[in-house]
């Protein structure tokens, strides 16, 4: 037992390692330092250990040795699962699949350096890869979530005889997750590109009008769709919270989607102060930081309504 509680803190501990790698690649993004180590990769300016000439040379660096340090976690998890519970358990399984994502992940940043779709790159390109690289951050955070998952003695998910409609609500509020991010990623690049001037009063819809001219660049005409998809994406959620509250389900699953609500809200809250601030750097790391932790409390709670009158003791070698 002693082990497995180690096993599932070191779990833990992967998962907000990833989280810290995935704020720290916003802020590479944020300071312009993706071209810190020149084009070159995975050597730095040509260099294993490169000359320390710039300030966006140490955070680009910092980021490599952060991301790369992910790959080596992602081992000893997998080494860890398969001595502790065998290869055909789900934890297992969980965590070969987060390391597959976490190579993936890195393979989509040496793209986006060997392409030079970095600094001030303004192209559909990079607009592409952008919001391919959140969706793929989401996948690996829930498979490494899977891990503590599986790892705490938590049973398989199960589809069929899952809770009613309640898990296509849930499934279709994740799907919405996925688009709000995907979204926001753009919104977000559009914002460092191309810092916002939207002002929160009567002259907002005055300046939203400005955005969306034939004249603006098209991250900054996308800058208004973020926000109608992500205040739609809060209904849902709140919706499908509300309902998993009141529809007789458990104390946990009623846990969950109560905690979904709250984080909903305030994120939605921060979104409003997003802008009225014009998005600072610091302001977005906060809304991505809380966007991953809707993500996560949303996972749980779908996880939750396919387990829903299962043994907690059941066995999770069968997917």
């Known amino acids: 037992m002693a082990s497995s509680d180690r096993f599932v803190k070191f779990a833990g501990f992967n998962l907000a390692w990833l989280i810290g790698v995935i704020l720290f690649g916003a802020w590479v993004r944020i300071t312009g330092s993706g071209a810190g180590c020149g084009s070159h990769w995975p050597t730095c300016n040509g260099e294993i250990i490169p000359r320390i000439e710039r300030v966006e040379t140490i955070i680009e660096f910092t980021h490599r040795l952060t991301s790369g340090a992910c790959g080596i976690l992602g081992l000893i998890l997998i080494g860890w699962a398969w001595a502790r519970f065998g290869a055909r358990h789900m934890a297992t399984r969980a965590a070969i699949v987060t390391l597959f994502f976490v190579i993936f992940e890195g393979l989509i940043g040496a793209g986006i350096v060997l392409k030079s779709l970095v600094e001030d790159d303004s192209s559909v390109a990079r607009a592409v890869v952008v919001a391919l690289h959140l969706v793929n951050t989401l996948v ?11 790892g705490a003695g938590r049973p398989s998910l199960r589809f069929s ?18 688009a709000v991010s995907m979204t926001g990623a753009i919104t977000a690049l559009g914002d460092t590109l191309f810092p916002s ?10 300046d939203v009008r400005a955005d969306m001219g034939a004249d603006q660049h098209f991250l900054v005409r996308l800058r208004a769709v973020h926000p109608v998809v992500a205040m739609l994406a809060a209904l849902l959620l709140i919706l499908v919270g509300d309902r998993a509250r009141f529809d007789g389900a458990s104390p946990s699953l009623r846990r969950g989607a109560g905690a979904m609500m709250v984080i909903v809200i305030a994120q939605v809250l921060l979104g409003i102060v997003n802008i009225a601030l014009s998005a600072p750097g610091w302001m977005q790391l906060i809304h991505l930081l809380v966007a991953k932790i809707l993500w996560l409390v949303t996972l749980v709670t779908f996880a939750l309504s396919l387990t829903e009158g299962q043994d907690p003791a059941e066995p999770a070698g069968e997917p």
Do not use: F, N
Request: proline share 3%; hydrophobic share 65%.
């Open 161 to 178: 005889g899952a809770r009613g409609a309640l898990k296509w609500w849930l499934l279709a509020a994740l799907l919405g997750i996925i």
């Open 140 to 150: 690996l955070t829930g498979a490494a979530s899977g891990v503590v998952w599986w």
């Open 197 to 206: 001037a939207l002002r929160l009063g009567p002259q907002l819809w005055t």
